[in-house]
């Protein structure tokens, strides 16, 4: 069963950073179930699809942000209609062809089956900062530009 799924999870993930990518709040929340939370790089939570679309939209349009760069490493069934995505995502600067390191993030998503839907339940992003481990920081970073 599970490996059935594991395109479709991907999927919704590699929406949401489209979404992301291309600037567009109303597609990231529209992913998202009714009650579900966004946790950002810096710490802001904003809980349901009007709330995180209120959130972002000021960030896409006050600020140039950078596309992240993703490597999915783990997905897992949590009971028969909940599942957990893990993936590695880096920041590439507008107008730069690198990524930054010290924007290193783990992006956490739990999924849920809802009227025949995947939805995201949560979203959590946490800095990868990996303190007193620069070797760490460089694992990561190489592992991501693989994916450039």
Partial sequence: MEENYEEIFKGVYKQLISSWNERNAQGMASLFSKSGESIGFDGSISKGPEEIVAHLEPIFRDHLTAPYVT??????????????????????????????????????????????????????????????????????????????
């Fill in 71 to 148: 490597k999915v490493k783990e997905i897992k069934f949590i009971g028969d209609r909940v599942a957990m995505l893990r993936a590695i995502a880096g920041m590439i600067p507008p107008g730069d062809s690198d990524k930054k390191p010290d924007v290193n993030t783990h992006h956490t998503i739990v999924l849920e089956l809802i009227d025949d839907v995947w939805k995201v339940v949560l979203f959590q992003n946490t800095p990868a900062q990996f303190h007193g481990r620069p070797e760490l920081v460089k694992q990561m970073t190489n592992e991501l530009r693989e994916q450039l």
